[in-house]
C-alpha cells in the first residue's frame, strides 16, 4: 500500500491543502481548490490554448489539486466552463505539479 511521504504531507499542508472526505466513497484526500479569477485565468492560459482576444470566462470555475491521503489518485482538474481531469503518475510528480502551480500563480501576483 502507498504512503503519503511525510515532507510531501508538509508541503501540501504549508501551501494550504485542507484534509477533505468523501463520505460517499469513504476516500480522504487532501485538497486546494482555487476560485479567485486572476489566479483561474493564469491556470487557464497556462492549461488551454487561449487565442489573445478570447474572453475567459471564470464566473462558476474552480481549479482542485488533489491527492488520498495515502499519496494515491493525485490529479488536477477544472470545473465549470473549462472543465478537465488529469490524473498525475504519483505523489512526486503531484509535488512538482504543485510548486510550478505555485510559482505561477505566484509569479503572476507581481504583473
Known sequence: ???LNENNLKFLLDNGFELK?????GLSFY????KDSHSLKKLITHHYEIQEDEEIN???SSFI????T???????????????LCILQ???QFIE???DIANLIRSNLNN
Open 1 to 3: 500500500m502507498t504512503t
Open 21 to 25: 472526505r468523501y463520505e460517499e466513497q
Open 31 to 34: 485538497t486546494k481548490e482555487i
Open 58 to 60: 471564470t464566473k462558476g
Open 65 to 68: 489539486m488533489e491527492i488520498q
Open 70 to 84: 495515502n499519496g494515491e489518485s493525485p490529479q488536477w482538474l477544472f470545473t465549470g466552463e473549462y472543465e478537465k
Open 90 to 92: 504519483d505523489q512526486n
Open 97 to 99: 505539479y504543485v510548486k
